[in-house]
């Protein structure tokens, strides 16, 4: 199935006014938090302090230029990225299908919410086996997901309102126990760059640096939330149940004013909402494991991390202190595993409806619908079988495919940007240089992933 051609048309006219257009940024926020904000670094910080929490910043910095790429395509053409890569090669289509599934089936965020959700409600050891509360969560993504017409803004309200929750919880909470010789130690770990602990293994550290923010395809996403919201050639694109109709804006004095207004806002947006709320919010998290876990030497396993913090704080707060994380975590987990979900179900349906012939005869929302409720069922089944799986699924992890995705996907981005725009939406040398060394920088961790997963396999 071709790619249609695309369609000359001039750039819409931005509205005035930066917060009329808020919403693409704080719902990737949402998405980015409760993966390795949550998670992984305050594991890291219960391990190794703050050591490494130059690493987190530098993640965030790497995935910020990601997106502004991201966004530049999606703002000059209204096409999705996958739109880009499947015109550079169909070839490309099945791998970043491949990628998604794999990536993203094995359900350790909807389980991470379940649990700290029923330790919320019945407590940690109430009724209810693992499966049944993820079931519960999925319900309630489901109601989200398929009960509004239009997805994207419920999608928008809500996460905005649990990103508003987290903050003020995550402020509330390290006002209340955080130390002047923790502020030292975090500022001594944002100056140690490019130094890891000798126990600290080089992939691990990769892994964590991958998932500081979104990571792996999730930043593609933003391609879905920038058209949805009618930024750029986004507003030209009519039909938002999955059109693969993309436009070519025309080069004329006023496309380029408009164009540079379009861009200078995306820039802010994701400056702003993704890069300095992450960075905000991660570095919250690392002063709170680096209080309550790191001095008595606790590292939690990934999915009892909430409530282990929960019930370190309710020796400093009370039972009011356990209740406040469990509300900030649930949160946080919840716009994952709602803008995960949301977004995994878009992009496996926009690469299939959008490039085989049999996929097309079917409605877009069709393909969305069903795909979502196969991941809930499928990640429901995933958490009952859980302790059955074979060690060697879990080196299957998201950190390993969403490193080989950027690692494809970086470069054939740059390469889209530079030979599918218009001349003036193009990158400039200074920008094809960053991206290119991110490029780099991804490639390396692919090919050290491999390697190490390699021999693991091997070894079982």
């Given amino acids: 199935m071709a790619a249609p051609q695309y369609a000359p048309a001039d750039l819409p006219e931005k509205p005035h006014g930066f917060f009329k257009l808020v919403g693409p940024g704080a719902v990737l926020v949402g998405l980015s938090i409760g993966a390795g904000e949550l998670i992984v670094w305050p594991i890291l910080t219960a391990r190794f302090g703050a050591a490494v929490a130059w690493a987190a910043v530098l993640g965030l910095l790497l995935q910020l230029i990601i997106n502004i790429e991201v966004g530049r395509y999606t703002l000059a053409s209204g096409e999705s990225v996958y739109g880009a890569v499947a015109r550079l090669s169909k070839r490309w289509v099945p791998i970043f299908l491949v990628l998604n599934v794999c990536g993203w089936i094995l359900p350790a965020w909807a389980r991470t919410c379940a649990g700290a959700l029923k330790a919320l409600v019945v407590g940690p050891t109430g009724p209810g086996e693992p499966w049944l509360w993820t079931a519960i969560t999925f319900a309630m993504v489901g109601t989200v997901m398929f009960g509004p017409r239009h997805v994207y803004r419920y999608l928008e309200k809500i ?99 408009r164009w540079r207004q379009w861009f200078t806002h995306m820039r802010a947006d994701q400056s702003l909402f993704f890069w300095i709320t992450n960075t905000v919010t991660i570095l919250l998290f690392v002063i709170s494991a680096l209080v309550v876990l790191h001095p008595a030497g606790i590292v939690p396993e990934r999915e009892m991390l909430v409530l282990q913090e929960a019930a370190i704080l309710e020796r400093v707060w009370g039972s009011t202190g356990a209740y406040v994380f469990l509300a900030v975590g649930i949160a946080c987990l919840f716009s994952t595993q709602l803008t995960l979900l949301d977004g995994v179900a878009r992009s496996c349906a926009d690469l299939l409806h959008s490039n085989y012939a049999w996929a097309s005869r079917r409605p877009f929302a069709s393909w969305y619908k069903g795909i979502a409720l196969a991941w809930m069922v499928a990640g429901t089944l995933l958490t009952w079988a859980w302790s059955s799986l074979p060690p060697a699924m879990f080196l299957l992890s998201a950190g390993f495919f969403g490193g080989l995705a950027m690692a494809l996907y970086c470069p054939l981005l740059l390469r889209a940007n530079l030979v599918l725009l218009p001349d003036f939406c193009r990158p400039s040398r200074m920008e094809t240089g960053l991206m290119g060394a991110v490029s780099a920088f991804y490639v390396c961790f692919a090919l050290a992933s491999i390697w190490v997963v390699g021999t693991r396999l091997i070894g079982y």
């Fill in 159 to 257: 996460t905005i309102t649990l990103v508003v929750i987290m903050l003020v919880g995550l402020i509330v909470i390290a006002a209340t126990i955080a130390t002047p010789e923790s502020f030292v130690a975090l500022a001594e770990g944002l100056s140690n760059f490019g130094r890891k602990p000798a126990g600290l293994p080089t992939y691990e550290l990769f892994s964590a640096i991958v998932f500081a923010g979104a990571g792996g395809t999730t930043n593609l996403m933003l391609s879905y939330y920038l058209r949805d919201k009618g930024w750029g050639m986004g507003a030209r694109v009519r039909d938002h149940e999955g059109s693969t109709r993309a436009f070519r804006v025309s080069d004329t004095p006023p496309n380029r004013n």
